[in-house]
């Protein structure tokens, strides 16, 4: 380590790319931005709410996926199917075979990055950061909040995401 | 929500952007290194296919690195810190240490060598890091014009 080199811990790192893309999503600025900084940030959490003993989000959705389909996917590759979906394979890959244009929604690809990563921060610290808030606050009155609380009520216990440590900070 | 099609130099021409004008404002350069880093990735391969070399094959020849060229590349992501700044693998140590000013500013540098060598470049995304190089760097020791 150099004089001028710092040690983070990747909590810190996450977080602040998680800060400034929820930052740049909420003051509508360049969302192929918010995308890859928020699948850093997602890529970063998920593996640390794993080496918590918690669920990330990619379990999570494995086993709603083994709810509505009856297979659990791989979660390798479940992850490559919906960073494809969210366009972040595109984002930041170009082989020699790729075209150079590809077709998204790129509104709805931020605004899934970024809940994927929100979840497992959530999971992980809970939701009093203000940037976290902020977001919330932004996907309760943009997404009717209030109707997707009133269905998640009816999803049975066992589809619930698990979470272990966190039960309080989260209610 | 509608889906459109883009190009992918103007995606990553955006990051660059968004790299750019978070670095000179003093904003969070762990952001900077992962957006350059995303956009150099997406400039490489199309300098690649204009037939020019990329930023990495010019470094390679000139320090006449017997290395392949993947190599020599992922071994300057990682000087940059690239990779460990989006990626946390099972096992892998939760610390990391480097010095985030250097790395945002190399990734920068990088990712603007190749994006000067493509067409439809626009000029006026590198102009605040210009001026703000002008100010604050050695311009011969970063071989910036």
Not at chain 1, 116 to 122: Q, Y
Not at chain 2, 52 to 67: A, M, V
Not at chain 2, 108 to 124: C, T
Request: aromatic share 8%; charged share 30%; proline share 3%.
């Amino acid at each position: 380590m150099t004089s001028t080199e710092k040690k983070y811990h990747k909590k810190e790192i996450a977080t602040e790319q998680l800060k400034t893309a929820i930052k740049l999503f909420l003051n509508e600025k360049d969302l192929s931005s918010v995308i890859i900084l928020a699948s850093a940030a997602g890529s970063i959490l998920s593996q640390l709410a794993r080496n918590a003993e918690e669920e990330p989000f990619i379990d999570y959705a494995c086993r709603i996926h083994n709810h509505i389909k009856k297979i659990t996917p791989g979660r390798e590759k479940y992850n490559h199917f919906i960073n494809i979906k969210l366009g972040i394979t595109s984002h930041k890959h170009m082989s020699d075979s790729d075209p150079e244009t590809v077709e998204l929604d790129l509104l709805r690809c931020a605004l899934d990055g970024l809940t994927i990563a929100v979840s497992d921060f959530v999971t992980l610290y809970g939701q009093e950061e203000p940037f976290i808030k902020a977001f919330l606050h932004w996907t309760w009155h943009n997404t009717n909040g209030k109707k997707l609380i009133e269905e998640f009520k009816d999803i049975p216990k066992n589809l619930i995401q698990k979470k272990k440590k966190n039960d309080k900070r989260n209610l | 929500m509608t889906k459109e099609t883009y190009k992918l130099f103007d995606l990553a021409a955006n990051q660059l952007e968004t790299a750019i004008m978070l670095f000179c404002s003093g904003d969070d350069k762990f952001s900077v290194i992962t957006l350059a880093g995303a956009a150099d990735v997406i400039f490489c391969q199309l300098v690649t296919r204009i037939g020019q070399d990329n930023f990495t094959k010019i470094i390679s020849k000139e320090e006449n690195d017997p290395r392949s060229i993947p190599e020599v590349g992922k071994d300057i992501n990682d000087t940059l810190h690239i990779n460990a700044l989006k990626h946390l693998d099972p096992g892998e140590d939760e610390y990391v240490s480097l010095d985030a000013d250097e790395c945002a500013l190399g990734a920068i540098l990088k990712a603007i060598a190749n994006y000067n060598m493509l067409e439809g470049k626009n000029e006026n995304l590198i102009n605040g890091f210009r001026a703000w190089a002008q100010i604050n760097l050695d311009l011969k020791k970063y071989n910036i014009n």
